[in-house]
């Protein structure tokens, strides 16, 4: 299972970005999307999640500003971040937990940068 992140780049304070990830390989069904950041030097933190049956949470540093979603169809998983503050400057990673012939198993894409800076 391989996964591909984009859409990561420098915005200005109060812009908007969307990030998306595309998942591939021989997958019977993704259990959970989600996406985490890091900032150097700092633990790897959860953003946002979204379950097979559409049910989606929010870290409270991002609730009301950002939204997940995913397409079964296409195996991918995006996250939409409006009104970004400089605080959400990290590298941003999807993690999905999928059932393939070997069982159940989560995977990491490679990470993208966001930038939120004037």
């Known amino acids: 299972v391989q996964l591909q992140a984009s859409g990561g780049g420098l915005v200005q304070p109060g812009g908007s970005l969307r990030l998306s990830c595309a998942a591939s390989?021989?997958?019977?069904?993704?259990?959970?999307s989600g996406w985490f950041r890091q900032v150097p030097g700092k633990q790897r933190e959860w953003v946002a999640s979204?379950?097979?049956?559409?049910?989606?949470n929010y870290a409270e540093s991002v609730k009301g500003r950002s939204t997940i979603s995913r397409d079964n169809a296409k195996s991918t998983v995006d996250l939409q971040m409006n009104s970004l503050k400089s605080e959400d400057t990290a590298v941003y990673y999807c993690?999905?937990?999928?059932?393939?012939?070997?069982?159940?198993?989560?995977?990491w894409g490679q990470g993208t940068l966001v930038t939120v800076s004037q």
């Open positions: 993690n999905v937990v999928v059932d393939t012939i070997r069982g159940r198993s989560a995977y």
């Open positions: 390989g021989n997958i019977f069904r993704i259990v959970t």
């Open positions: 979204i379950n097979s049956g559409g049910t989606t």
